[in-house]
């Protein structure tokens, strides 16, 4: 009898930890950073999307900052204080507030990484803070490197957390298809899954941390 109850005591708890698993599935916002009319990042960006669906770890949203289409940075109060007086910037703060992770997808201008995603980024601070965030650059045969290296100490400034695994595809203009997608790549799957889970191992634990001090 008692074998037979703590079988299903068992069995219970399975199921409840998966349930818990899809109510608290995190929500991951693959934001598509450059602007541009007939820009190319968004077969980049449709194809880590791709993956993360796959991935099944995470909801996942898209996140199109020429949508989303802010002007430069008009709020007054620094956003730490989080007093907003635009209705674009409280709509912006509602979006990534509902966030549990990033992944940007984000081309090189310059040696850098475009206007658009910094003031994107300037705009908010809580919003941001404590979550993690994988980048995945494009370029030409520096794969958009100094874009993310530029990028980092940003993020940082942010308390955001970057992941390692990152995927920076190199000469990716030769990559896309005649339909606009970038062209499968087994390896660079793979590169997206790796840089996926490590992105959800932390989500996992920031989560909680965010609640509690929040
Ligand atoms: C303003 C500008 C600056 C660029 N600077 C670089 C660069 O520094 N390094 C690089 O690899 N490619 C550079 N490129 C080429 C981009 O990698 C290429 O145009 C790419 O398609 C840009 O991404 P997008 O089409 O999504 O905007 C630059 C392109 C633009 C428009």
Not at 73 to 96: I, M, N
Not at 174 to 202: K, N, P, V, W, Y
Request: charged share 25%.
């Amino acid at each position: 009898m008692a074998g037979k109850l703590s079988i299903a005591t068992s069995e219970f708890n399975q199921l409840m930890s998966k349930e818990e698993e899809a109510v608290t599935q995190p929500i991951l916002q693959v934001i598509l950073a450059s602007t541009r009319p007939d820009r190319r990042g968004g077969a980049v960006a449709n194809w880590i999307q791709r993956v993360a669906k796959e991935h099944a770890g995470f909801g996942v949203e898209e996140v199109d900052l020429a949508q989303v289409a802010l002007p430069l940075l008009d709020e007054p109060f620094h956003p730490r204080l989080q007093q907003y007086t635009k209705g674009h910037t409280k709509e912006w703060s509602a979006t990534v507030d509902r966030a549990d992770a990033f992944v940007i997808v984000l081309p090189e201008y310059n040696h850098s990484f475009p206007a658009a995603l910094k003031n994107a980024l300037d705009y908010l601070f809580v919003e941001w803070a404590d979550k993690p965030v994988g980048l995945v650059s494009y370029g030409g045969i520096s794969a958009g490197l100094r874009s993310v290296a530029a990028l980092k100490p940003v993020l940082a400034a942010l308390r955001m957390i970057p992941v390692l695994e990152g995927v920076s595809i190199s000469n990716f203009g030769e990559l896309i298809t005649e339909d606009g997608e970038l062209r499968d790549d087994a390896g660079r799957d793979a590169a997206g899954i790796l840089m996926l889970d490590e992105i959800a191992r932390l989500a996992k634990v920031l989560m909680p941390l965010r609640t509690r001090f929040a």
